[in-house]
């Protein structure tokens, strides 16, 4: 079989992952893949924010959990030793398309070099937020997207936070629920 259908076959979500940090080498490779992600009239505007900082990260997974309203000390990163945010310019009428098309790749490539990723959700509400904003401020991203970069760019909008790709090696690898029959229809034509 295609090694890409391979890929897209075999990929998990994964919860569980070892502490060793991913060498900055493949997540570099996982960003570019990310980056030749279709996007709405081919803008390529949505963003990638590499986290690997402990603290960085335990940071924003606080803020995640507390967002979607977990009890205190649940890590909605499992441990992750590495977070991608996705972001993309609210003026951007396909934002939520287009980065989750980042996100999609991302999640493959991860796996195509042996790594676990999964999406976890709560980014628009962690970037809309005062803290979500003052971190990006911090980041040199302002809500605001005024100054050189955004100029090159094209950009004069907010950020969205699309979603967060948590990467690492992962501690497990579920197996593959059976898909669900009765998703595909065939329109127009018999099926040949």
Same mark, same amino acid.
């Given at each position: /079989?295609?090694?890409?259908?391979?890929?897209?076959?075999?990929?998990?979500?994964?919860?569980?992952?070892?502490?060793?940090?991913?060498?900055?080498?493949?997540?570099?490779?996982?960003?570019?893949?990310?980056?030749?992600?279709?996007?709405? /009239?081919?803008?390529?505007?949505?963003?990638?924010?590499?986290?690997?900082?402990?603290?960085?990260?335990?940071?924003?997974?606080?803020?995640?959990?507390?967002?979607?309203?977990?009890?205190? @000390?649940?890590?909605?990163? $499992? @441990?992750?030793?590495?977070?991608?945010?996705?972001?993309?310019?609210?003026?951007?009428?396909?934002?939520? $398309?287009?980065?989750?098309?980042?996100?999609?790749?991302?999640?493959?490539?991860?796996?195509?070099?042996?790594? *676990?990723?999964?999406?976890?959700?709560?980014?628009?509400?962690?970037?809309?937020?005062?803290?979500?904003?003052?971190?990006?401020?911090?980041?040199?991203?302002?809500?605001?997207?005024?100054?050189?970069?955004?100029?090159?760019?094209?950009?004069?909008?907010?950020?969205? @936070?699309?979603?967060?790709?948590?990467? *690492? $090696?992962?501690?497990?690898?579920?197996?593959?629920?059976?898909?669900?029959?009765?998703?595909?229809?065939?329109?127009?034509?018999?099926?040949?």
């Amino acid at each position: /079989m295609n090694e890409v259908l391979t890929a897209l076959k075999t990929r998990r979500s994964i919860r569980k992952f070892r502490s060793d940090p991913v060498p900055q080498a493949l997540l570099d490779e996982i960003m570019e893949a990310g980056l030749y992600a279709a996007s709405g /009239m081919d803008r390529q505007k949505t963003i990638i924010l590499c986290l690997t900082d402990p603290d960085v990260i335990a940071r924003l997974s606080r803020a995640n959990a507390q967002i979607a309203g977990y009890k205190e @000390g649940t890590d909605p990163f $499992y @441990g992750a030793p590495a977070v991608l945010v996705v972001l993309s310019p609210k003026e951007v009428p396909t934002a939520l $398309y287009d980065g989750s098309l980042v996100l999609g790749n991302l999640m493959t490539a991860a796996h195509a070099l042996g790594l *676990g990723s999964c999406w976890i959700h709560r980014a628009r509400q962690m970037f809309d937020s005062a803290e979500g904003k003052a971190l990006l401020q911090q980041w040199g991203l302002p809500e605001t997207l005024r100054g050189v970069g955004s100029l090159a760019l094209g950009l004069k909008g907010a950020y969205i @936070g699309i979603g967060h790709c948590v990467i *690492g $090696y992962p501690d497990e690898h579920p197996e593959a629920s059976p898909r669900r029959s009765g998703r595909i229809f065939y329109v127009g034509k018999e099926k040949r």
